[in-house]
Protein backbone atom coordinates (compact mmCIF):
# COMPACT_ATOMS: atom_id res chain seq x y z
CA UNK A 1 0.00 0.00 0.00
CA UNK A 2 1.53 3.18 -0.95
CA UNK A 3 1.46 6.19 1.39
CA UNK A 4 0.28 9.51 0.61
CA UNK A 5 3.29 11.92 1.22
CA UNK A 6 1.19 14.51 3.37
CA UNK A 7 0.88 11.21 6.11
CA UNK A 8 4.55 10.83 6.56
CA UNK A 9 6.61 12.44 9.04
CA UNK A 10 10.64 12.30 9.33
CA UNK A 11 11.43 13.09 13.28
CA UNK A 12 15.32 13.08 14.87
CA UNK A 13 15.63 11.14 18.19
CA UNK A 14 18.21 13.33 20.41
CA UNK A 15 17.52 17.01 20.83
CA UNK A 16 14.15 16.73 19.23
CA UNK A 17 12.13 13.90 21.34
CA UNK A 18 14.76 13.39 24.14
CA UNK A 19 16.95 14.98 25.87
CA UNK A 20 20.42 15.09 24.26
CA UNK A 21 23.49 14.90 25.74
CA UNK A 22 27.53 15.95 24.91
CA UNK A 23 28.50 12.62 26.44
CA UNK A 24 26.06 10.60 24.12
CA UNK A 25 22.52 8.94 25.59
CA UNK A 26 24.25 5.62 26.51
CA UNK A 27 21.17 3.60 28.22
CA UNK A 28 17.46 3.52 28.67
CA UNK A 29 18.19 5.53 32.29
CA UNK A 30 19.60 8.47 30.36
CA UNK A 31 16.74 8.51 27.56
CA UNK A 32 14.35 11.10 29.00
CA UNK A 33 12.17 12.47 27.08
CA UNK A 34 11.62 16.29 26.16
CA UNK A 35 8.09 18.01 27.50
CA UNK A 36 5.66 17.71 25.16
CA UNK A 37 7.79 15.67 23.04
CA UNK A 38 5.32 12.31 23.47
CA UNK A 39 2.28 13.65 23.53
CA UNK A 40 3.04 15.43 20.15
CA UNK A 41 3.84 11.81 18.60
CA UNK A 42 0.46 11.19 19.86
CA UNK A 43 -1.53 13.91 18.53
CA UNK A 44 0.42 13.09 15.12
CA UNK A 45 -0.51 9.58 15.34
CA UNK A 46 -3.81 10.25 16.02
CA UNK A 47 -4.27 12.50 13.29
CA UNK A 48 -3.25 9.70 10.37
CA UNK A 49 0.44 10.49 10.40
CA UNK A 50 3.13 7.64 10.66
CA UNK A 51 6.01 8.69 12.51
CA UNK A 52 10.01 7.34 11.33
CA UNK A 53 13.14 8.23 13.00
CA UNK A 54 16.24 9.34 11.36
CA UNK A 55 19.13 9.27 13.87
CA UNK A 56 22.83 8.98 13.77
CA UNK A 57 23.57 6.54 16.55
CA UNK A 58 27.78 7.37 16.61
CA UNK A 59 28.02 5.95 20.18
CA UNK A 60 27.85 2.31 18.83
CA UNK A 61 30.66 2.62 16.24
CA UNK A 62 32.51 4.52 19.36
CA UNK A 63 32.01 1.60 21.66
CA UNK A 64 29.56 3.87 24.14
CA UNK A 65 26.50 1.73 24.08
CA UNK A 66 25.45 -1.46 22.07
CA UNK A 67 22.91 -2.14 20.03
CA UNK A 68 20.77 -4.32 23.00
CA UNK A 69 21.04 -0.56 24.91
CA UNK A 70 19.72 1.17 21.62
CA UNK A 71 16.83 -1.39 22.18
CA UNK A 72 16.28 -0.53 25.24
CA UNK A 73 16.23 3.22 24.44
CA UNK A 74 13.26 2.27 22.22
CA UNK A 75 11.55 0.07 24.09
CA UNK A 76 11.17 2.66 26.76
CA UNK A 77 10.20 5.65 24.27
CA UNK A 78 7.41 2.68 22.86
CA UNK A 79 6.33 1.80 26.27
CA UNK A 80 6.01 5.88 27.27
CA UNK A 81 3.92 6.45 24.11
CA UNK A 82 1.45 3.57 24.07
CA UNK A 83 -0.76 5.30 27.06
CA UNK A 84 -1.08 8.05 25.22
CA UNK A 85 -1.93 6.55 21.92
CA UNK A 86 0.96 6.84 20.10
CA UNK A 87 3.93 4.80 18.05
CA UNK A 88 6.58 5.06 16.17
CA UNK A 89 6.58 3.79 12.58
CA UNK A 90 9.90 2.52 12.33
CA UNK A 91 13.34 3.48 13.05
CA UNK A 92 16.34 4.00 11.16
CA UNK A 93 19.86 4.59 12.56
CA UNK A 94 23.65 5.32 11.10
CA UNK A 95 25.74 3.43 13.86
CA UNK A 96 28.89 4.71 12.13
CA UNK A 97 31.15 7.74 12.77
CA UNK A 98 32.90 10.62 10.12
CA UNK A 99 35.47 8.01 9.58
CA UNK A 100 33.81 5.54 8.04
CA UNK A 101 32.40 7.22 5.34
CA UNK A 102 29.73 5.68 4.84
CA UNK A 103 26.55 7.55 3.08
CA UNK A 104 23.89 6.90 5.88
CA UNK A 105 25.40 9.19 8.59
CA UNK A 106 23.29 12.40 8.30
CA UNK A 107 23.56 15.51 6.90
CA UNK A 108 24.33 12.43 3.70
CA UNK A 109 20.65 11.63 2.80
CA UNK A 110 21.37 7.66 2.89
CA UNK A 111 18.82 7.23 5.88
CA UNK A 112 16.15 9.23 4.00
CA UNK A 113 16.96 7.28 0.85
CA UNK A 114 16.24 4.06 2.97
CA UNK A 115 13.00 5.76 3.99
CA UNK A 116 11.74 6.27 0.59
CA UNK A 117 12.26 3.00 -0.54
CA UNK A 118 10.10 1.79 2.77
CA UNK A 119 7.10 3.77 2.05
CA UNK A 120 7.46 4.01 -1.84
CA UNK A 121 7.79 7.31 -2.68
CA UNK A 122 8.83 6.76 -6.49
CA UNK A 123 9.86 9.91 -7.72
CA UNK A 124 13.42 9.77 -8.28
CA UNK A 125 14.66 13.63 -7.86
CA UNK A 126 12.71 14.30 -5.11
CA UNK A 127 11.00 11.56 -3.26
CA UNK A 128 10.23 12.62 -0.51
CA UNK A 129 8.57 15.83 -1.69
CA UNK A 130 6.08 17.07 0.85
CA UNK A 131 7.16 15.46 3.91
CA UNK A 132 8.30 16.84 6.84
CA UNK A 133 11.35 16.23 8.25
CA UNK A 134 11.62 17.77 12.10
CA UNK A 135 15.15 18.26 13.62
CA UNK A 136 17.34 20.36 15.92
CA UNK A 137 20.30 20.44 14.12
CA UNK A 138 21.56 21.48 10.35
CA UNK A 139 22.39 18.20 9.15
CA UNK A 140 18.82 16.30 9.87
CA UNK A 141 17.64 19.16 7.64
CA UNK A 142 20.64 18.97 4.84
CA UNK A 143 19.65 15.10 4.75
CA UNK A 144 15.83 15.19 4.41
CA UNK A 145 16.07 18.66 2.02
CA UNK A 146 18.75 16.46 -0.19
CA UNK A 147 15.58 14.42 -1.36
CA UNK A 148 12.95 17.15 -1.17
CA UNK A 149 11.74 17.07 2.46
CA UNK A 150 10.31 20.08 3.83
CA UNK A 151 12.44 21.48 7.04
CA UNK A 152 11.43 22.14 10.41
CA UNK A 153 13.73 23.49 12.98
CA UNK A 154 12.81 22.72 16.64
CA UNK A 155 14.72 24.87 19.62
CA UNK A 156 15.28 22.11 21.72
CA UNK A 157 18.27 20.18 21.94
CA UNK A 158 20.98 22.15 19.74
CA UNK A 159 18.07 23.96 17.75
CA UNK A 160 18.98 27.58 19.40
CA UNK A 161 22.40 27.48 18.52
CA UNK A 162 21.75 25.79 15.06
CA UNK A 163 19.08 28.86 14.60
CA UNK A 164 21.76 30.97 15.53
CA UNK A 165 24.61 30.05 13.30
CA UNK A 166 22.38 30.51 10.42
CA UNK A 167 22.56 29.01 7.12
CA UNK A 168 19.36 27.09 7.36
CA UNK A 169 17.83 25.49 4.17
CA UNK A 170 15.40 27.74 2.29
CA UNK A 171 12.36 27.28 3.68
CA UNK A 172 12.80 25.95 7.25
CA UNK A 173 9.77 26.81 9.53
CA UNK A 174 11.06 27.02 13.32
CA UNK A 175 8.89 25.82 16.29
CA UNK A 176 9.62 26.05 20.06
CA UNK A 177 9.13 22.05 20.05
CA UNK A 178 7.82 19.13 18.99
CA UNK A 179 4.28 20.11 20.57
CA UNK A 180 4.53 23.11 18.58
CA UNK A 181 5.59 22.03 15.56
CA UNK A 182 2.55 19.24 15.63
CA UNK A 183 -0.04 21.53 16.78
CA UNK A 184 1.02 23.85 13.68
CA UNK A 185 1.00 21.13 11.64
CA UNK A 186 -2.22 20.18 12.74
CA UNK A 187 -3.96 23.54 12.60
CA UNK A 188 -2.53 23.66 9.22
CA UNK A 189 -4.66 20.44 8.23
CA UNK A 190 -8.16 21.76 9.99
Known amino acids: MSLSSSKLIILDRDGVINEDRDDYVKSSEEWI ?13 QAGYQI ?21 MHEKM ?8 GHIDSIFFCPHTDANGCDCRKPLPGLMK ?3 LRYKK ?6 LQGVPVVGDSLRDLQAGVALGATPHLVLTGKGKK ?3 KGELPE ?7 LLAFANSLLNEKV
Open 162 to 164: TLA
Open 114 to 116: EIA
Open 78 to 85: DKLLKPLG
Open 122 to 127: HDQKNP
Open 171 to 177: GTEIHED
Open 52 to 72: TIATNQSGLARGYFNINALHA
Open 33 to 45: PLPGSLEAIALLN
